[in-house]
T-cell receptor, first 113, second 116 residues
Framework: DQQVKQNSPSLSVQEGRISILNCDYT??????FLWYKKYPAEGPTFLIS?????DKNEDGRFTVFLNKSAKHLSLHIVPSQPGDSAVYFC????????????FGTGTRLQVTL | DAGVIQSPRHEVTEMGQEVTLRCKPI?????LFWYRQTMMRGLELLIY????????DSGMPEDRFSAKMPNASFSTLKIQPSEPRDSAVYFC??????????????FGPGTRLTVL
């Protein structure tokens, strides 16, 4: 009963191109979504987030899009850089509560030269 | 400015042994979370504390797992007895109540546990 799903375990993109990472959720109560980035042998670090009252949030090269009706969000990285190679986790939460983050299983992004 | 500190970074033990994982949250953070990462299930919350009090332990897999937070700067996750299926990376994360609205937790580097 995975409430947050990342159906692509891996993605390979050329440097300079766009990377699109996808995430689906099933629990309509979730109203705050986060992306974390994880390098090997390190803990996840917060990357970008979006509230359900928005459909887009941008931070530099990173943009997150939210489609509430489809219960789908995506992370766009433009342009992709080799340093972006990492595992990306999508997470969902309830605003205003320090409740658990429900994570997806992650997508490994490889940015090639 | 130290982040979340976990020890040990790697632990190899034999089935049946007791394992204790340790975590020091960021100073001033009053929420502490324990997660487990496996290939099959990704990152799962095991338990979290607020002001040293356990709030939700519904993710603790079974009675072999226990967690304590005796003070604001220290928490332990204990597995007794350990089993091979407990092999995973265990993460600790912390959060300040000032950031509860967005729940942007700070993670430690993790402890890689291998049970033989």
């Amino acid at each position: 009963d995975q409430q947050v799903k990342q159906n692509s375990p891996s993605l390979s993109v050329q440097e300079g191109r766009i990377s699109i990472l996808n995430c689906d959720y099933t629990n309509s109560m979730f109203d705050y979504f986060l992306w974390y980035k994880k390098y090997p042998a390190e803990g996840p670090t917060f990357l970008i987030s979006i509230s359900s009252i928005k459909d887009k949030n941008e931070d530099g090269r990173f943009t997150v899009f939210l489609n509430k009706s489809a219960k789908h969000l995506s992370l766009h990285i433009v342009p992709s850089q080799p340093g972006d190679s990492a595992v990306y986790f999508c997470a969902a939460s309830l605003t205003g509560t320090a409740s658990k983050l429900t994570f997806g299983t992650g997508t490994r992004l490889q940015v090639t030269l | 400015d130290a982040g979340v500190i976990q020890s040990p970074r790697h632990e190899v033990t034999e089935m049946g042994q007791e394992v204790t994982l340790r975590c020091k949250p960021i100073s001033g953070h009053d929420y502490l979370f324990w997660y487990r990462q496996t290939m099959m299930r990704g990152l799962e919350l095991l338990i979290y504390f607020n002001n040293n009090v356990p709030i939700d332990d519904s993710g603790m897999p079974e009675d072999r797992f226990s967690a304590k937070m005796p003070n604001a700067s220290f928490s332990t996750l204990k597995i007794q007895p350990s089993e091979p299926r407990d092999s995973a990376v265990y993460f600790c994360a912390s959060l300040t109540s000032g950031e509860v609205l967005y729940n942007e937790q700070f993670f430690g580097p993790g402890t890689r546990l291998t049970v033989l």
